[in-house]
C-alpha cells in the first residue's frame, strides 16, 4: 500500500529471511527481500506471506532478483556476503564481502536516495564506511548493526547470572563488533541499580569476554554458519526507531568526526536513533582505563579500513 512504509532486505540469507519475519511479526513494512540467487528471495517471501493470515499481519512480503522492486525504500538492511566459518577471522571476510557490499549499496542508492542503510555484514564496522562511500549518502542515514547485538548477548548473561528478567537490565558498550568491543560496566544497571553492586568484577569480566566471543561461540556450536535470530531481532530493533521515530538511545556504529577523539572512522558509540537515522552522537565521559580501550579498539577497525583500501577501489 502507498502510504506503508517499505523496508529492502539484500541477502535472503538466514539473518535476512529471519529480518523478514520479525518486520513483517511486527506489521512495521512492507518487505522486499533482494537476493542474487534464483527462486530463494521469491520462496522465502511467499512463505513468509501466507504466515500473515495465521498471525495476523497484512504487509506485502516479495522476494526478487531485481534492485526495481525495492525503489523508494525507507530503510535499506544489508545482510549479503559470505557467512563466518569456523576458524575465520571477520578480517579475512573482507576481500569477499567488500566487493559483494559495493556493488549491492551502489544499486540500492540509485532507487532509494532517502532510505537509511543498516549495515549487518561483517567486517561490520569496515563494511559500515565503505557503504557510506558507496552510497554517497549523508552519515546520518548510514549506520552499522553490532552494538545491540553485543548488548543483547551481554545482557542475556547478566540476566542469567543474577537470575532476573532481561528487561531490567539495561546495559551501553562501546567500540568495535565482537572482539574490539569496549564493555561499560558503570552504565550498565539492573532496574537502575549498578550492576557492579550485584557482581564481582572478576565475574563481571568473564560475562566480559564470553559476550565479545558471543558470535564466535555460536559459529563453533553450528559448525555451519553463524548466529541469525538474535543478529536479525538487534537490527528491527534499529529500524523500529527509525520508522517510528522513536528516539531510541542504542549502541550503533556510527561516523565519528572527532567525537571520543576518533576522526574518519565507523566506531560503536551510543546514539539517538529516530527518523533522521543517526540523530546524535552522546558523549560519554570515559575513565582513562576506558578510553585507553577505546583507542585499542579504534587502532584495530582503522587497520581494518587501511586494509580494505589496498584490497578495493574506493
Not at 506485502?60 to 525507507?74: F, H, K, L
Not at 520508522?243 to 566506531?267: C, M, Q, S, T
Request: proline share 4%; net charge negative.
Amino acid at each position: 500500500m502507498a502510504n506503508r512504509k517499505k523496508v529492502t532486505i539484500i541477502g535472503a540469507g538466514f539473518v535476512g529471511s529471519t529480518c523478514a519475519h520479525w518486520l513483517a511479526s511486527k506489521e512495521l513494512a512492507d518487505v522486499v527481500l533482494v537476493d542474487i540467487v534464483e527462486g530463494i528471495p521469491q520462496g522465502k517471501g511467499l512463505d513468509l506471506l501466507q504466515s500473515g493470515p495465521v498471525e495476523g499481519f497484512d504487509v506485502s512480503v516479495i522476494g526478487t532478483n531485481s534492485y526495481e522492486e525495492t525503489t523508494d525504500s525507507d530503510v535499506v538492511i544489508l545482510t549479503s556476503g559470505a557467512p563466518r566459518k569456523p576458524g575465520m577471522t571477520r578480517e579475512d571476510l573482507l576481500k569477499i564481502n567488500a566487493e559483494i557490499t559495493k556493488s549491492n549499496i551502489e544499486k540500492v542508492a540509485k532507487t532509494s536516495p532517502n532510505a537509511c542503510i543498516i549495515v549487518v555484514n561483517n567486517p561490520m564496522d569496515t563494511m559500515t564506511y565503505l557503504a557510506r562511500v558507496a552510497s554517497g549518502f549523508p552519515k546520518e542515514r548510514v549506520m552499522g548493526q553490532g552494538g545491540v547485538l553485543d548488548a543483547a548477548r551481554y545482557r542475556t548473561f547478566l540476566a542469567q547470572e543474577l537470575n532476573v528478567s532481561v528487561e531490567d537490565i539495561q546495559a551501553m558498550l562501546m567500540g568495535g563488533h565482537g572482539d574490539e568491543m569496549v564493555p561499560l560496566p558503570r552504565y550498565t544497571t539492573v532496574s537502575g541499580i549498578p550492576v557492579t553492586e550485584f557482581i564481582s568484577a572478576e565475574r563481571l569480566n568473564q560475562i566480559v569476554e564470553r559476550t565479545k566471543k558471543g558470535g564466535g561461540e555460536i559459529v563453533s556450536l553450528l559448525k555451519t554458519g553463524s548466529a541469525y535470530y538474535a543478529p536479525a531481532a538487534a537490527t528491527i530493533q534499529m529500524v523500529e526507531a527509525i520508522l517510528k521515530d522513536k528516539k531510541r538511545v542504542l549502541p550503533a556504529a556510527a561516523y565519528l568526526e572527532g567525537e571520543y577523539g576518533i576522526n574518519d572512522l565507523y566506531f560503536g558509540v551510543p546514539v539517538v536513533l529516530g527518523a533522521g537515522g543517526v540523530e546524535r552522537i552522546l558523549e560519554l565521559p570515559l575513565s582513562d582505563d576506558e578510553k585507553a580501550l577505546m583507542a585499542k579498539s579504534a587502532d584495530l577497525v582503522r587497520s581494518s579500513v587501511d586494509t580494505l583500501r589496498t584490497l578495493i577501489d574506493f
